[in-house]
């Protein structure tokens, strides 16, 4: 008994923890001016964004008028909503048209698993966590 208690609590924590995560970008990715600032040091005019989600398509909404987005890339080609005006593309299509952008990790609970699979073809000098991106240092 003791286990499972001690596993709804860890599963708990996570889950706090990512929507904790979740609220501070949500923020961050509010500030306009804030962005700009941050995508001026990224140093590139072309990034795609990994993750069909809502910091995805947040991420797309908020920064696609001040930096090129081609596309959100999602495994399924798909959005978590339904949004026609948002390009998407599947993690096969993307393969097909990466030519070393950097790539913006929008999501927080499959990240590793999205870095995995992206750094097979993706130098992971150009993938950055979408966290890293508003809050770390960029080079």
């Excluded at 923020?27 to 795609?48: F, Q």
Aim: charged fraction near 25%.
């Amino acid at each position: 008994m003791a286990d499972i208690n001690d596993k709804l609590l860890d599963e708990y924590g996570n889950a706090k923890g990512i929507a904790e995560c979740s609220f501070w970008i949500m923020g961050k990715l509010l500030d306009t001016p804030y962005l700009k600032k941050r995508i001026d040091l990224l140093n590139v005019d072309k990034v795609y964004v990994y993750g069909g989600g809502y910091l995805g398509i947040q991420t797309y909404r908020t920064c696609s008028d001040l930096i090129d987005i081609p596309a959100i890339v999602d495994k399924s080609g798909k959005l978590n909503l339904d949004i026609p005006d948002i390009p998407v593309i599947d993690f096969d299509e993307f393969r097909k048209v990466y030519k070393g952008e950097r790539v913006i990790i929008a999501s927080i609970k499959f990240y590793q698993e999205i870095y995995n699979d992206l750094s097979k073809f993706v130098p992971v000098t150009r993938l950055l966590f979408l966290g890293e991106f508003l809050g770390g240092i960029l080079s």
